[in-house]
């Protein structure tokens, strides 16, 4: 079990600022690191990995700094975004010589244990340059997973990859967060991270905009109008209802459901029991109509 | 030093395009040098200012370059040395290990090759040969430790080292007397100097310092370009923002 | 995403399924196109002033900038020389310079090469280029010119410093006008054919280290090696094929040409007179090197497919 600590941390180049004054915890689970391209990702990947000095602030691994630690490796596996690799050897190789370069008692298994977990095994004599851009970075997971770290970093591990590739990644990654290790991986695809991560971590123009749970980060920004798509056994009895009790802004009844939008997130949520339960209506169905990352992002991008 | 840092190492080197030219490069030296001995008949002052001139000045310092970018800077180009980088190893094993390998890339495909020109070009006694072979040797660590840390400093290594190495000290140390003392070719040459004696005059083997100041300057120059690799690399940077 | 929401009753909510694209403003172009040329013509003009850094961040301003200098100082320190000794010539002639500055030109071609075409290779941008009203041999031209150009400018100012020098030295006017002209010459065939190897050797060796590294040992071990070549074929008596195998050098080349075409002294020193033949062998072996270059080039852009 191991956590990555953020405190206060900046990063400027001359005079642009690509990560300003961010702190987070980063624990056990699952983490999408989120973001339009440019808000800073890479940048704070590049910190939390040991590539890059913060500017202030400070990273630290369990209450270690990380910058200008090696010693960190033997816990922190990382994947870089960079295609490049050592294009003159193949995949098993590769992978060995980073078991070797860890000083792993018995590199031969755990190469081959960490090749096996990313589904490389028929493919692992073959030239690296030869690979597709999805066994490239399956590879490169290997070689961040052959030593067992306790925290994984993933620069945009879903580049390039296919459907079936990106769920078997999708797997690989909960099942070493529910052995209980830390998971970081940055996207700007919300569809990703919104299947994957327990946790989110919002950075927009280089600012932490948002953190926790993406749900509850929407709960937390009520100004917002919410939407819901709501069927029920009497429309139209219902939307008279809401209307006159004033916990929803406005209703549409013209379609065969109601849409419904409430800027009240939580006079709305309690009301709808008690106006349907009154009335005698029965409710079929409440969908959040806009509960998707993409709106909650799309928001946090706008404001 | 460390075993596979050391092999990938030499795979990404001698990989490619690179090898390729190295071998030409080594074949031109011996083509000249079959040349010279033919135009001159094997006389040691024509063989001396081949091994001099094209030897030491040109094809070392090439060489030096061609391998500090293969060992280092292409991989600092294109990102892939993170995964060197992010391992529990020291920096300077890390180094060491690429300087190793980069010496004796040098060794085989410049320091060898110059002995083997002064042999097929004229020699006598085997004299001229180990006085350039000492010499290139100690050219050799020098470069290679020179280059390898311009690559790390600079993306621009390949430009900045060649400005020294041929527009330093082969043109202007031609006009300005003061900067041939200041040349790594200078202070390797300086032993050969020494080594040949009496001899060294009529052979051409001039050097603008004398042996002692000649070592010592290859020692500072070498060791404090190893220093300055190791600082920067400890703390070299990387970030996929290009 | 929307497809888990909707996914019990799609009819129920139609709004959802039916889709619809919104208007926010986009408008279509029905204006004219600009066709090839003026591709060609941006192509040309882009690679041009990338050679510079000009519209790239500062950092890629620093290498051409320092060599520009370097190669510009010198005819600003002649130009003093010729005004403080009060000479009647410029210490160094106009068709000399340019081969006497040799390693500066070459680091020049050897540092920018590359980049004129070596990325667009590594990272597969050809097919973007294709998919425009434009020819892999109109890229090629415009590639080629660009960098050509570019080499000629700086070669030219460096000319013209010269002579601006000579003028400010009130060195006689007639001499140093022919003297220029004589130099321009040398600029324009240094350009075509230094251009033309560097980006063969560039087009080759896709990474951009390699690249540099690659076109300066070329150029600065053919110089060796043909320089070498020339003293030890002239003292072995044999001049005429000294001098030849000596033009091996693109410098020695091009010094050659100019020795036959306008009689000036060989920057180079070579002494062999080899009348109308080797005007014509010389300027047959330059125009050689660019067509073939320009030929090897257009193959190599032939395999670029969408890898």
Redesign the interface.
């Known amino acids: 079990m191991s956590t990555l600590e953020l405190v206060g941390v900046s990063r400027w180049y001359g005079d642009v600022v690509a990560v300003n004054d961010v702190t987070m915890t980063v624990g056990p689970g699952v983490t999408g690191l989120l973001g339009p391209n440019g808000a800073g990702k890479s940048t704070l990947i590049s910190m939390m990995g040991g590539f890059l000095p913060p500017s202030s602030g400070s990273v630290t691994l369990d209450g270690v700094p990380v910058w200008r630690n090696t010693e960190v490796y033997r816990s922190i596996g990382l994947v870089p975004e960079t295609e490049a690799m050592y294009d003159m050897v193949t995949g098993w190789e590769f992978v060995l010589a980073n078991a070797r370069l860890h000083g792993l008692a018995n590199p031969v298994a755990a190469a081959r244990a960490a090749v096996d977990q990313v589904d490389m095994m028929d493919a692992r004599n073959r030239d690296i340059s030869g690979y597709s851009k999805g066994m490239k970075q399956r590879i490169k997971m290997a070689t961040a997973l052959v030593h067992n770290p306790t925290v994984l970093l993933l620069d945009e591990p879903f580049n390039g990859m296919d459907p079936r590739q990106r769920l078997h990644l999708m797997e690989l990654l909960q099942s070493l967060a529910a052995q209980g290790r830390t998971v970081l991986f940055s996207s700007h695809i919300l569809e990703e991270v919104e299947q994957l991560a327990g946790t989110i971590e919002v950075v927009v123009a280089g600012r932490h905009a948002a953190s926790g749970d993406f749900r509850r980060i929407r709960k937390l920004m009520t100004q917002r109008p919410h939407q819901y798509t709501i069927r029920s056994s009497d429309n139209r009895a219902l939307a008279a209802a809401m209307i006159a009790d004033g916990s929803a802004d406005s209703v549409d009844v013209s379609s065969g459901a109601l849409a419904v939008q409430a800027s009240d997130f939580g006079r709305f949520v309690r009301a709808l029991p008690k106006l349907a339960c009154d009335g005698d209506v029965r409710l079929l169905e409440v969908t959040p109509a806009d509960e998707s990352l993409e709106s909650v992002f799309s928001y946090l991008v706008a404001r | 030093m460390n075993v596979t840092v050391m092999q990938l190492t030499a795979r990404n080197l001698l990989g490619r395009r690179r090898a390729m030219f190295l071998v030409i490069l080594l074949l031109l030296l011996l083509g000249l040098a079959m040349l010279t001995r033919w135009a001159s008949d094997a006389s040691p002052n024509a063989s001396s200012v081949l091994a001099n001139g094209f030897a030491l000045g040109t094809v070392l310092p090439l060489m030096g370059l061609l391998v500090a970018t293969g060992v280092i800077g292409a991989e600092i180009d294109d990102g892939s040395i993170v995964y060197m980088l992010a391992k529990p190893l020291r920096r300077r094993e890390i180094l060491f290990s690429k300087l190793a390998v980069g010496f004796a890339a040098v060794f085989i495909f410049a320091v060898l090759p110059t002995m083997a020109a002064v042999v097929i070009a004229g020699d006598e006694g085997g004299q001229l040969m180990l006085a350039y072979g000492v010499s290139a040797v100690l050219a050799a660590i020098a470069y290679t430790a020179i280059f390898v840390t311009l690559g790390i400093v600079t993306r621009n290594a390949v430009v900045f080292g060649l400005l020294y190495a041929l527009l330093w000290e082969t043109v202007l140390g031609g006009y300005v007397p003061g900067i041939r003392a200041v040349s790594v070719r200078q202070w390797a040459l300086s032993v050969a100097e020494r080594m040949l004696g009496s001899q060294a005059n009529g052979w051409a083997v001039t050097s603008e310092v004398g042996m002692t100041t000649g070592l010592v300057m290859l020692g500072l120059v070498t060791v404090a370009a190893v220093y300055l690799g190791v600082r920067r690399l400890r703390t070299l940077t990387l970030n996929s923002i290009e | 995403?929307?497809d888990n929401?909707a996914a019990?009753?799609a009819?129920?909510?139609?709004?959802?399924s039916q889709g619809v694209i919104h208007d926010i403003g986009f408008r279509h172009y029905d204006g004219p196109r600009l066709g090839r040329g003026w591709i060609v013509r941006s192509l040309l003009a882009e690679t041009f002033r990338g050679v510079f850094g000009f519209g790239r961040p500062a950092r890629a301003k620093?290498?051409p900038w320092i060599?520009v200098g370097?190669l510009l100082a010198p005819p600003l320190i002649f130009a003093l020389i010729a005004v403080l000794l009060s000479l009647d010539a410029l210490p160094m002639s106009y068709t000399a310079y340019l081969p006497g500055m040799q390693?500066?030109v070459s680091?020049f071609v050897?540092?920018r090469a590359p980049y004129c075409v070596s990325r667009d290779l590594r990272h597969g941008v050809m097919p973007l280029y294709l998919s425009r009203p434009i020819r892999r041999n109109d890229y090629v031209l415009a590639k080629f010119a660009g960098l050509a150009l570019a080499m000629f400018a700086v070669l030219a100012a460096a000319e013209t410093l010269l002579f601006v020098g000579a003028l400010l030295a009130k060195l006689p006017l007639g001499a140093q006008i022919t003297g220029y002209l004589q130099g321009l010459v040398v600029a324009v065939l240094l350009s075509l054919v230094l251009a033309a190897i560097g980006l063969v050797i560039a087009a080759?060796?896709p990474?951009?280290?390699?690249g540099?590294?690659?076109i300066?040992?070329v150029l600065?071990?053919l110089s060796?090696?043909a320089a070498?070549?020339a003293v030890?074929?002239t003292?072995?008596g044999s001049a005429s094929l000294g001098n030849y195998l000596g033009s091996l050098d693109p410098y020695a080349l091009v010094d050659g040409i100019a020795v036959s075409w306008f009689g000036v002294d060989s920057a180079f020193g070579r002494q062999a007179d080899l009348g109308l033949a080797g005007g014509v062998a010389y300027a047959v072996g330059a125009t050689a090197i660019v067509a073939g270059g320009i030929a090897l080039l257009m193959r190599r852009c032939k395999k670029v497919g969408i890898a």
């Open positions: 995403m929307a929401k019990p009753d009819a129920a909510t139609p709004e959802q620093i290498m060599l370097i390693f500066v680091l050897a540092s080759v060796t990474r951009r280290g390699l540099v590294a690659a300066i040992t600065v071990v060796g090696f070498i070549v030890l074929l003292r072995a």
